[in-house]
């Protein structure tokens, strides 16, 4: 893979359409958003637009406006937001992927499609304007209220599928489930905690590294149909727009169409997993693209090097990537040349 990292002058990324990758739960941190916010102006206006936009919806569940806070010289830590009301965390990491995702086009590197993983499909569909960021908030913080419902924990396994299957049958843990598959070494399972520990003790004894993710609930677990269910009933007044680009799922298996069912594909991550490798193989089949990663992490941009060969895309995480080139706002190096559409098209 071409990690190299494109800079504004160089015309040779030009032809690659850019796409945006919004992550999950699973990899949300706040140093990374106050740094670029502090040291790039495009950053800064974006976080302080997105915030302040879904400030009202925050209200309306009892969360505090958020924005000034990030950009000050004291803003909170992850730890201040878990402590605050239900769906505080939720709204942070979804109001800074969609400000990511902003910051990005004001730079010159609009996306041509974007890709949203389980809780990032909210600020994915966002981002292409199906819903606006008021609604995008109360989304989140809804899915945040029934998440409190979904009893249990995740934990990251490095093995890929089927070695996750037969660990679990080892295991004997049929309350656990394989909630995503990451890339060929990398997948989450999802149920009982009892269970979990468990699985991991049995993957140490193995030599398959583990790590618990910070999430307290369980999610993308074929038992969570009655959160599922009500998820769906409170996001179903939110009226869903067209979408201006085409939005890939992980959990949908590709794009959304325009007869599918976005708040149904929203409330299917509950209950379906996502899996990620065969929507990346989807969105560079036709053309290599330039990838994105609209979060504060890496997790996907990692994800999607190992799972991509060289030249089908170029990935990158701007965020957690130190020498990432923000370029101005009038750049057009990551602009189309042509006009040959993604797959998803």
């Known amino acids: 893979m071409n990690t190299a990292v494109p800079s504004p002058?160089?015309?040779?990324?030009?032809?690659?359409?850019v796409v945006h990758l919004f992550p999950g739960q699973g990899d949300f941190a706040v140093s990374p958003l106050v740094r670029a916010a502090r040291a790039h102006p495009c950053v800064r206006s974006a976080v302080a637009e997105v915030f302040d936009q879904a400030a009202r919806a925050g209200t309306e569940f009892g969360i505090a406006p958020m924005g000034e806070a990030l950009l000050s010289?004291?803003?909170?830590?992850?730890?201040?937001?878990?402590?605050?009301?239900?769906?505080?965390?939720?709204?942070?990491?979804?109001?800074?992927?969609?400000?990511?995702?902003?910051?990005?086009?004001?730079?010159?590197?609009?996306?041509?499609?974007?890709?949203?993983?389980?809780?990032?499909?909210?600020?994915?569909?966002?981002?292409?304007?199906?819903?606006?960021?008021?609604?995008?908030?109360?989304?989140?913080?809804?899915?945040?209220?029934q998440l409190t419902r979904c009893a249990g924990g995740m934990t990251l396994l490095g093995a890929g599928e089927n070695r996750a299957r037969a660990l679990l049958r080892e295991a004997h843990a049929p309350d656990?489930?394989?909630?995503?598959?990451?890339d060929t070494g990398e997948t989450v399972l999802s149920g009982p905690c009892p269970d979990l520990r468990a699985v991991e003790q049995l993957a140490g004894r193995q030599g398959l590294p583990t790590s618990r993710l910070?999430?307290?609930?369980?999610?993308?677990?074929?038992?969570?149909?009655?959160?599922?269910?009500?998820?769906?009933?409170?996001?179903?007044?939110?009226?869903?727009?067209?979408?201006?680009?085409?939005?890939?799922?992980?959990?949908?298996?590709?794009?959304?169409?325009?007869?599918d069912d976005v708040h149904r594909g929203l409330a299917n991550c509950?209950?379906?997993?996502?899996?990620?490798?065969?929507?990346?193989?989807?969105?560079?089949?036709?053309?290599?693209?330039?990838?994105?990663?609209?979060?504060?992490?890496?997790?996907?941009?990692r994800n999607a090097r190992h799972t991509l060969p060289p030249a089908a895309a170029d990935a990158h995480a701007p965020l957690a990537e130190p020498g990432y080139p923000w370029p101005p706002a009038t750049a057009t190096w990551s602009r189309l040349d042509d006009h040959t559409p993604l797959a998803p098209r």
């Open 9 to 17: 002058g160089d015309r040779t990324p030009a032809t690659r359409p």
């Open 270 to 301: 509950l209950i379906h997993p996502a899996r990620l490798p065969e929507v990346l193989h989807r969105l560079t089949a036709r053309r290599p693209a330039l990838l994105l990663e609209a979060g504060t992490g890496r997790a996907l941009t």
């Open 73 to 145: 010289d004291t803003p909170p830590s992850g730890r201040d937001l878990a402590a605050g009301p239900v769906g505080t965390p939720q709204l942070a990491l979804f109001c800074s992927s969609v400000a990511i995702h902003r910051a990005l086009c004001e730079a010159g590197q609009t996306p041509e499609a974007v890709l949203g993983v389980s809780f990032g499909e909210i600020a994915a569909l966002t981002a292409a304007g199906v819903f606006d960021v008021a609604d995008g908030a109360r989304i989140a913080c809804l899915l945040a209220r």
């Open 176 to 182: 656990l489930a394989l909630a995503c598959v990451n």
């Open 214 to 259: 910070r999430l307290p609930f369980s999610a993308h677990h074929p038992s969570l149909t009655g959160p599922a269910r009500a998820f769906e009933a409170a996001i179903r007044p939110l009226a869903a727009r067209p979408a201006r680009i085409p939005v890939v799922s992980a959990v949908h298996g590709g794009p959304y169409g325009p007869d």
